[in-house]
Every structure is written in C-alpha cells, then in structure tokens.
C-alpha cells in the first residue's frame, strides 16, 4: 500500500519519524502524471531511501485568464500509474496530495519569492506572473519535505533554471537533478497539455521538435541559424523561438560552452514548449 498524505501535519509526522541519515528526494507535480513523471520518480527511488512525490495544482503559477480550472486533476488515475511500478520502488513512495490549498498556503499567506529579471524572459513575457507563483510553491515544499534532493524535467527548461538560481541565491541545501526530456514516438516532448490538442494538432506541433533538431544540425556544422530562426518567427505560432547560454538564458558569447535551443509554440490556445541543449565545440 503506498502511503498517502494529505495534510501538513501529516507530512511533518512523517519527516519527524525518520533519521537524520534517512535520505529524501522529492518529485514536485501538478498531478496527471505522463511517462517523464515517473523516470523522475524512478531516478528518485533509486537515489533515496525514500520519495516523496507532491500533487498539487498550484494556483499561483496560473494567470487568471488561464487554465488553472481546467488543468486536468486526474488522482485516481495518477495513484494507479504509481501502483503499477515494481515493487521496490513502490516501497519508497510518499504521495503528498493536500486537497485543500491552505495546506500549503495558510490563510493569509502573502510572501512571493521572485528571481527577478530571468522571470520575465522567454515565457516569463507571456506569462509575467508565473514564474514567482512557481518559485513560491517549490520553496514551500522544499521546506515541507525537507529533502536533499528535488528532480525537475528539462522540458521545463526556464523553470529548471530559475529554481537552480533561487536554490544557489537563497543556498537552499537541497541538490538539484535536471532529468532529460521524454518524448511519444512521433518526438513530441510529453506533457500534461498535450491532451488538449486534436489529431490534427498532434500533427502539427511536431514542427516544434522538428524544427529544434533542425537548428541543432546547423548549430553542430557551425552554420549560423540567425536566418532559419527569423524565417521561423514569422509564423505567428512561435511565440519565441531562441538560443540561448544555458548558464543563464543570455545571448551566446565567446565563452559560452553550451547553448539551449529553446522554443514555444501555439496551437489554438495550448502553448507547448521544447528544447534541446548542444555543446559547443571548443
Ligand atoms: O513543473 C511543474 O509541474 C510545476 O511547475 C511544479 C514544479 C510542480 C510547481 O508547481
């Protein structure tokens, strides 16, 4: 049986009833689990005495015209897809579901922490609130978890890097695990808002991956992808399509060693995001 919490105070027991030798990872989730959830889980398991994977909607990441209310909540089947792993691992798993946001964000919580200008970069210029909301919530349940070690998936790739300057900023003891992105067979990175996408967009947002790979190509022969991409961002899906410094998401330079090749794409009102990370030759 895989233990379930959903209070605070439940979790707090939990952590409280373990030594200090007894190591934790922690999977952050929105829920409605996919393929690239449970690797994190898996490498979590393997990595720790136990894990402690949080579903919960966050509502301070979403914008009020966005889709927080329809965000798929999807428990049920979600504790399934956990069930289904082997055994060993299964053994490791702590399910923090709250169902009740207070749990995480008590009556009268005011606090935001903001990384600051690298949060409105790239979707931070679509989604100028969503980045705080997220660093609000992964804070919190550091804190709660009191883990040494949180996985995240590079699909997420702004994200990936906001948290690792809010951990170094605020020198969060927790060590930060960048998993690669999982991918159907058509290429198309997973994610929970693919489901919104009919047959016929499921088609058409594979040239978000195609035209990544693309890029990468160019990047990899030393031929300058400034025309491709400019050609691109005429199609007024892309909502940016860049490359970047992983190190910072700043313009490449002389010693900039690896780029990210980063983009978002829109079909009818879902936005999907991709990336792939090139090393530069020397
Ligand atoms: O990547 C996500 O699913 C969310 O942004 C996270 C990290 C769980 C915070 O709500």
């Given at each position: 049986?895989?233990?379930?919490?959903?209070?605070?105070?439940?979790?707090?027991?939990?952590?409280?009833?373990?030594?200090?030798?007894?190591?934790?990872?922690?999977?952050?989730?929105?829920?409605?689990?996919?393929?690239?959830?449970?690797?994190?889980?898996?490498?979590?398991?393997?990595?720790?005495?136990?894990?402690?994977?949080?579903?919960?909607?966050?509502?301070?990441?979403?914008?009020?015209?966005?889709?927080?209310?329809?965000?798929?909540?999807?428990?049920?089947?979600?504790?399934?897809?956990?069930?289904?792993?082997?055994?060993?691992?299964?053994?490791?798993?702590?399910?923090?579901?709250?169902?009740?946001?207070?749990?995480?964000?008590?009556?009268?919580f005011s606090t935001t922490i903001s990384v600051g200008a690298i949060t409105q970069l790239l979707c931070g210029r679509f989604r100028p609130t969503h980045f705080d909301g997220v660093t609000t919530v992964v804070y919190k349940l550091f804190k709660l978890a009191n883990a040494h070690n949180a996985y995240f998936g590079q699909k997420d790739f702004q994200q990936c890097v906001i948290i690792k300057k809010m951990v170094k900023d605020l020198e969060i003891p927790i060590k930060l695990?960048?998993?690669?992105?999982?991918?159907?067979?058509?290429?198309?990175?997973?994610s929970s808002r693919n489901q919104y996408l009919n047959d016929d967009q499921k088609l058409q947002a594979l040239h978000l991956p195609e035209t990544l790979i693309k890029i990468e190509k160019m990047i990899n022969i030393s031929v300058d992808p400034k025309k491709l991409i400019e050609s691109e961002l005429e199609n007024k899906a892309w909502d940016y399509l860049e490359v970047l410094d992983t190190k910072d998401l700043t313009l490449p330079n002389s010693k900039t060693k690896e780029v990210v090749i980063i983009g978002a794409y829109r079909l009818g009102s879902t936005r999907l995001l991709d990336n792939r990370v090139v090393k530069l030759n020397a």
């Open positions: 049986m895989i233990k379930v919490l959903d209070t605070r105070s439940s979790l707090d027991e939990f952590r409280k009833s373990l030594s200090a030798e007894t190591s934790i990872g922690l999977v952050p989730t929105m829920g409605n689990l996919h393929a690239g959830h449970l690797t994190l889980l898996e490498k979590s398991c393997m990595e720790n005495d136990f894990t402690i994977i949080t579903i919960f909607v966050n509502p301070k990441q979403f914008g009020p015209t966005e889709d927080f209310n329809q965000y798929p909540r999807t428990f049920e089947q979600d504790l399934e897809k956990i069930a289904n792993l082997n055994l060993q691992l299964k053994s490791k798993i702590i399910i923090f579901a709250p169902k009740d946001p207070d749990e995480i964000f008590a009556k009268g695990h960048i998993m690669p992105i999982i991918r159907n067979s058509d290429g198309l990175a997973l």
